[in-house]
């Protein structure tokens, strides 16, 4: 079964800086989506940025980029000049392309950012 | 293009009782998903809808059950609630075929119960 875990239940960063998200999973499959969404205070889940397994250029969005390392099963969130906006639960996420099958997510990590 | 409505958004209901949640997805998504939140368990998936079938069922018991009508619309219902059932429920839309699947998920805002 696949499995998706972040390690860091909460960070902090100061504003403007660069903070990275970890992310590790473990999965048989060669063909899988990941994600990372963003759930800020109002709860709704927002899809921060996606990685399709069988690229291997690191998808980027703007001040969010990840680091995608198939081989390791790793997938971390940058995120760049960070903003007070920025500030929300992130949880990295997998879905199958083979199976039609649900998304597996991690436990997240509550991401602070001080002024 | 309007994103995925979850009615209703807040709700209170009492032990024993049974609730219904709806969801429209985006238009064009098929597949519609529901998942439940809570600080203990995290995310959990309930089950998954396509072409008015169930395609797929995490591990609730049978006091959860949902359908999806021919317009993609789906509801879920949770029957005989229990204090545990608290929680927020997110229904997530998605493009899917038959022989297919979209590569984006998208969440409603969620449905909040509460469970007294």
């Known amino acids: 079964a696949q499995t998706v875990t972040q390690s860091q239940p909460e960070m902090s960063v100061q504003e403007a800086e660069t903070v990275t998200l970890s992310c590790t999973y473990d999965t048989s499959e060669s063909d899988y989506y990941l994600f990372w969404y963003k759930q800020p205070p109002s709860r709704q889940m927002i899809l921060v940025i996606r990685q399709e397994a069988y690229k291997q250029q690191n998808a980027t969005e703007n001040r969010f980029s990840v680091n995608f390392q198939k081989a390791a099963k790793s997938f971390s969130l940058k995120i760049s000049d960070s903003q007070l906006g920025d500030a929300a639960m992130y949880f990295c996420?997998?879905?199958?392309?083979?199976?039609?099958?649900?998304?597996?997510f991690g436990k997240g990590t509550r991401l602070h950012i001080l002024p | 293009k309007a994103g995925v409505t979850q009615t209703p958004r807040y709700l209170i209901k009492t032990r024993g009782q049974q609730v219904t949640l709806s969801c429209s997805p985006i238009?064009?998504?098929?597949?519609v998903s529901w998942y439940q939140q809570t600080p203990g368990q995290g995310l959990q998936f309930l089950f998954e809808?396509?072409?008015?079938?169930?395609?797929n069922k995490g591990n609730f018991p049978g006091r959860f059950s949902g359908r999806q009508f021919s317009n993609s619309r789906s509801e879920m219902n949770v029957s005989t609630l229990e204090l545990g059932d608290s929680a927020l429920y997110l229904c997530?839309?998605?493009?899917?075929?038959?022989?297919?699947?979209?590569?984006?998920?998208?969440f409603g805002e969620g449905s909040w119960l509460t469970v007294v």
């Open positions: 809808y396509f072409s008015e079938t169930q395609r």
């Open positions: 996420a997998y879905r199958s392309a083979i199976r039609y099958d649900k998304i597996i």
């Open positions: 997530a839309s998605s493009y899917r075929t038959l022989s297919s699947s979209g590569n984006t998920i998208y």
């Open positions: 238009s064009g998504h098929g597949s």
